[in-house]
T-cell receptor, first 115, second 116 residues
Framework: KAGVTQTPRYLIKTRGQQVTLSCSPI?????VSWYQQTPGQGLQFLFE???????NKGNFPGRFSGRQFSNSRSEMNVSTLELGDSALYLC??????????????FGAGSRLTVL | DQQVKQNSPSLSVQEGRISILNCDYT??????FLWYKKYPAEGPTFLIS?????DKNEDGRFTVFLNKSAKHLSLHIVPSQPGDSAVYFC???????????????FGTGTRLTIIP
C-alpha cells in the first residue's frame, strides 16, 4: 500500500511569512503526528491528531498549528516564520488505537528553509 | 532537557563485525523504547522495539537490550552489512500519559558507517 506522502518536499520562505505543509497518511491510519528535525536536536514532537482532534501536543509556540480532515489527511501551519524554523518537518501515521504499541510510519519530510 | 541521549554522534565498524549503538534516558516513566533507522532523503523507518517488562528483544541481526536500573538501552547489529550505514535514532514513550505511542521522545541520532 502507498506510504505516507508529504508535500511539498522542499520550500523556501522568508522571515515573517507563513507556510502550510500537507501529509497524507497510510490508508486506514487515523493518527497523524508531526515532528521537527533540526541538526543537533534530533526529532522533536510537535503534535498528534486522531479522528480530527488534537490528542497530544509538544512544547512548541502557538505559531505552530495543525489540523486533520475527515479523510485523516493533515496539515500543519507555521506563521510568522523565524530563521530557527528552518528544519525537516516529518509526518508519521499509525492506526492510533491505544490497544497496543503503534509503530509510526514516517514520510520523507518537507524541508523548509527560512531566509 | 534532553530526556533521551545518544552520546556518540558517529560510529564506524568493519563489515561483518558487531555494531553497538547506545542510548541513555532520564525519564523513569518511559515504558516503551524503539530504534529507527534513517537514510538520507528518506523518513525514519522502524527497526525494533522493546517494552520495559523485557530486557532483550531480538529480530534477525538486530537485538535491543534494556537495562532499566541504568536507564540504558543498546542496539546490537551482527553481522554488520554495508546497507546498515545510516543514522540510528533511539526513541522512547510513556504509554501511561499518551494514547498509544505517537508521542515519542527521540535522541539526536548516531551515524553508523559500515566499512567494507
Amino acid at each position: 500500500k502507498a506510504g505516507v506522502t508529504q508535500t511539498p518536499r522542499y520550500l523556501i520562505k522568508t522571515r515573517g511569512q507563513q507556510v502550510t505543509l500537507s501529509c497524507s497518511p497510510i490508508s486506514g491510519h487515523r493518527s497523524v503526528s508531526w515532528y521537527q528535525q533540526t541538526p543537533g536536536q534530533g526529532l522533536q514532537f510537535l503534535f498528534e491528531y486522531f479522528s480530527e482532534t488534537q490528542r497530544n501536543k509538544g512544547n512548541f509556540p502557538g505559531r505552530f498549528s495543525g489540523r486533520q480532515f475527515s479523510n485523516s489527511r493533515s496539515e500543519m501551519n507555521v506563521s510568522t516564520l523565524e530563521l530557527g524554523d528552518s528544519a525537516l518537518y516529518l509526518c508519521a501515521s499509525s492506526s492510533g488505537y491505544p490497544s497496543g504499541a503503534n509503530v509510526l510510519t514516517f514520510g520523507a519530510g518537507s524541508r523548509l528553509t527560512v531566509l | 532537557d534532553q530526556q533521551v541521549k545518544q552520546n556518540s554522534p558517529s560510529l564506524s565498524v568493519q563489515e561483518g563485525r558487531i555494531s553497538i549503538l547506545n542510548c541513555d534516558y532520564t525519564n523513569s516513566m518511559f515504558d516503551y523504547f524503539l530504534w529507527y533507522k534513517k537514510y538520507p532523503a528518506e523518513g525514519p523507518t522502524f527497526l525494533i522495539s522493546i517494552s520495559s517488562i523485557k530486557d532483550k528483544n531480538e529480530d534477525g541481526r538486530f537485538t535491543v537490550f534494556l537495562n532499566k536500573s541504568a536507564k540504558h538501552l543498546s542496539l546490537h547489529i551482527v553481522p554488520s552489512q554495508p546497507g546498515d550505514s545510516a543514522v540510528y535514532f533511539c526513541a522512547a514513550s510513556d504509554k501511561r500519559s499518551n494514547f498509544g505511542n505517537e508521542k515519542l521522545t527521540f535522541g539526536t541520532g548516531t551515524r553508523l558507517t559500515i566499512i567494507p
